[in-house]
């Protein structure tokens, strides 16, 4: 079974650009998981879907959106980049049944670099 | 904030067995704690999980005392791949909703020869 698949694995953008992010979960997984890691901040928790609705959100400010497509499939958005934006960004997946003992798979990763 | 405490860095030989510490004093009783380590540049890895019994799999053992306020991870015999950091996480037993994951600076592993 092919794990969580990341795309781009490297970006460069420039502050107020926008960018979008992309994250195939694991074949069945309904669950989606974004995560911010900076070396300041460790890994942060962005917003979780599950359905196509969100279901959960971190503290970030509105310029961090995202959707679930109805493959699972998810993108994030950041729009007006700033250079604190700059960090590794975590999609993981989740089969989420509703029972317990559900694990998260994490993908590699998108290196965002905001110059 | 993160619900665990953990030492920031610790060293094992090669061989060894590393035993990695973990304090969740406000635990509930409908809290697993988690174990996840994450290589370089790689996203973090699920390692194990348990409720207040011990438990083992292929990778690590889980000892969580009786009181469930700590727990320890340990590598039977660590080896230069396991150097890493090691996070551990409380979370809700029952899923849905809850798949937000609170990470804290965890313990940076290093394995040496």
């Known amino acids: 079974k092919a794990g969580v698949t990341q795309t781009p694995r490297y970006l460069i953008k420039t502050r107020g650009q926008q960018v979008t992010l992309s994250c195939s979960p694991i074949s069945g997984h309904r669950s989606v998981s974004w995560y911010q890691q900076t070396p300041g901040q460790g890994l942060q928790f962005l917003f979780e879907y599950f359905s196509e609705t969100q279901r959960n959100k971190g503290n970030f400010p509105g310029r961090f959106s995202g959707r679930q497509f109805s493959n699972s499939r998810s993108e994030m958005n950041v729009s007006t980049l700033e250079l604190g934006d700059s960090a590794l960004y975590l999609c993981a997946s989740s089969a989420d049944r509703g029972t317990t003992n559900e694990k998260l798979f994490f993908g590699s990763g998108t290196q965002l670099s905001v110059l | 904030d993160a619900k665990t405490t953990q030492p920031p860095s610790m060293d094992c030989a090669e061989g060894r067995a590393a035993n990695l510490p973990c304090n969740h004093s406000t635990i509930s009783g409908n809290e697993y704690v988690y174990w996840y380590r994450q290589i370089h540049s790689q996203g973090p890895q699920y390692i194990i999980h348990?409720?207040?019994n011990n438990e083992t799999n292929e990778m690590a053992s889980l000892i969580i005392t009786e009181d469930r306020k700590s727990s320890t991870l340990i590598l039977p015999h660590a080896t230069l791949r396991d150097t890493a950091v090691y996070y551990c996480i409380v979370r809700p037993m029952f899923s849905g909703g809850y798949n937000k994951l609170i990470f804290g600076a965890g313990t940076r592993l290093a394995v040496h020869p």
């Open positions: 348990g409720l207040k």
